[in-house]
C-alpha cells in the first residue's frame, strides 16, 4: 500500500518554473514505477512523465519534452517534477501515481495523489 500527497503548485506567470513534489509513505516506494499525469478543466486526465523505479529511464509526453524533468529519492520517499518554460495551456490540477510496469495510461497505475493545482497565467 502507498499513500501520495503531492505538494508545491501554485500561480505562475508564463514562462516561469515550479517544481512539484509527491511524497510517499509505505515501505515499498522504491519498487514502483512513479508517474505525474494532469487534468485540465474540461479535458480528459493525460499523462505527463514517468521514472522507473532506481530513477534510471524516464519518458515524457511530447508537450513537456526538453520543458519538465521528472525525478526521484527512494530515501526520502519523494518523486519530484521541476517544470521550467511553462505555459497557458500547462495549467491543470497535476497528480502524481504509483505502479508496477512502466506505462503513460493512467489505467497502469495503481496508488493516486489527491493532485494540487498548477496555474500559469498569460
Known amino acids: 500500500q502507498v499513500q501520495l500527497v503531492e505538494s508545491g503548485g501554485g500561480l505562475v506567470q508564463a514562462g516561469g518554473s515550479l517544481r512539484l513534489s509527491c511524497a510517499a509513505s509505505?515501505?515499498?516506494?522504491?519498487?514502483?514505477?512513479l508517474g505525474w499525469f494532469r487534468r485540465a478543466p474540461g479535458k480528459e486526465r493525460e499523462f505527463v512523465a514517468t521514472?522507473?523505479?532506481?530513477?534510471?529511464?524516464?519518458y515524457y509526453a511530447d508537450s513537456v519534452k526538453g520543458r519538465f524533468t521528472i525525478s526521484r529519492d527512494n530515501a526520502k520517499k519523494t518523486v519530484y517534477l521541476q517544470m521550467n518554460s511553462l505555459k497557458p495551456e500547462d495549467t491543470a490540477v497535476y497528480y502524481c501515481?504509483?505502479?508496477?510496469?512502466?506505462?503513460?495510461?493512467?489505467?497502469?497505475?495503481?496508488?493516486w495523489g489527491q493532485g494540487t493545482q498548477v496555474t500559469v497565467s498569460s
Open positions: 501515481a504509483a505502479g508496477s510496469p512502466p506505462g503513460v495510461r493512467s489505467s497502469e497505475y495503481d496508488y
Open positions: 509505505g515501505r515499498t516506494f522504491s519498487r514502483y514505477v
Open positions: 521514472i522507473s523505479w532506481n530513477g534510471a529511464n524516464q
